[in-house]
């Protein structure tokens, strides 16, 4: 099939697409370059080599789903890359000569925006709209910690020397109470990680936005990921918000009220989240311990 057939066939499908789409969609569909490289070994390519991969399309909320070295991360930073997304990385391939194969691969692949509420297309998406990784998530954890647990030790240490607890709160907001906090080093974790992520989904999402989520589960106990989970599902039902979400968390997965695609088959495959091989790993390990529940 030459580019222009496969410009045209992509161009048919979205039409027929538009039809049947409900709720806020502001990514409707993108397709990986269909492009192949001799070298086995050239990123991101090697990462999808092997694989029949239909345009990915996109509801409300939609998961990718794999296990370790899915190309879940991957996955996301190039349609973050594609869409200028805040939060987006540029990879640099390998050091293979001097060829581009990040932005190649990215120039290649293609995407459809949807509607707005009149049935006409988007121009683009929302400028709140961002790629929040994993990693993001753990720094800002262990900023909000140091900061907090340095405050409360400074404080306290003031407070002992004789000062009241207002004046040293006081100091410690001026400027040169600022300059001795840059000055303190520390190790001390005094606040759980869990709640410290989900303040930073707290303040992170805000109504009208795309948002491509790569492992927001991490730190966050089976009960905080059900909630975070269910916030998800009220911001895509009520506050015109749409989530691109890599997990391989089973809480995630049967919370979500998602279109699955499954990146650990060789064709990407829509799956139900019960089919899913961590979801069934879960399921047989209690089931072969459900006597110590009883």
């Not at 973050?80 to 581009?100: C, P």
């Not at 006409?120 to 929040?132: D, K, M, T």
């Not at 001795?180 to 999402?205: D, P, R, T, V, W």
């Not at 088959?265 to 072969?288: A, G, H, I, M, Q």
């Amino acid at each position: 099939m030459t580019m222009a057939s496969e410009e045209k066939s992509f161009a048919m499908v979205i039409l027929l697409l538009r039809e049947g789409v409900r709720g806020m969609v502001y990514l409707l569909s993108f397709k990986l370059s269909q492009e192949r490289v001799n070298n086995p070994n050239i990123y991101p390519y090697d990462v999808f080599r092997g694989k029949v991969i239909e345009p990915f399309i996109f509801s409300t909320i939609t998961i990718f789903y794999g296990n370790n070295g899915s190309g879940k991360s991957t996955l996301l930073n190039i349609i973050a890359n594609k869409l200028g997304l805040k939060g987006k990385e540029y990879a640099t391939s390998n050091s293979y000569g001097i060829v581009d194969y990040c932005g190649r691969f990215s120039k290649a692949c293609q995407y459809s925006l949807g509607d707005d509420e009149y049935g006409r297309e988007i121009l683009g998406v929302p400028a709140e709209s961002r790629y929040i990784k994993s990693e993001d998530i753990l720094c800002e954890i262990k900023k909000i910690q140091q900061r907090q647990v340095l405050s409360d030790g400074m404080v306290y240490d003031y407070v002992k020397r004789g000062m009241t607890k207002v004046g040293a709160e006081k100091y410690l907001a001026s400027n040169e109470g600022m300059k001795q906090q840059e000055f303190i080093m520390f190790a001390q974790e005094k606040y759980s990680n869990g709640e410290i992520a989900l303040q930073f989904f707290e303040e992170a999402l805000v109504l009208d936005a795309l948002y491509l989520l790569d492992e927001p589960e991490v730190s966050l106990s089976p009960m905080a990921q059900v909630s975070l989970a269910k916030e998800i599902n009220k911001m895509a039902r009520f506050l015109e918000c749409q989530f691109v979400v890599a997990t391989h968390s089973p809480f995630m997965l049967g919370t979500l009220d998602a279109k699955i695609y499954n990146l650990d088959t060789p064709d990407y495959r829509v799956c139900e989240w019960s089919e899913l091989e961590n979801v069934r790993y879960f399921y047989n390990f209690f089931k072969d311990r459900e006597t110590d529940f009883v």
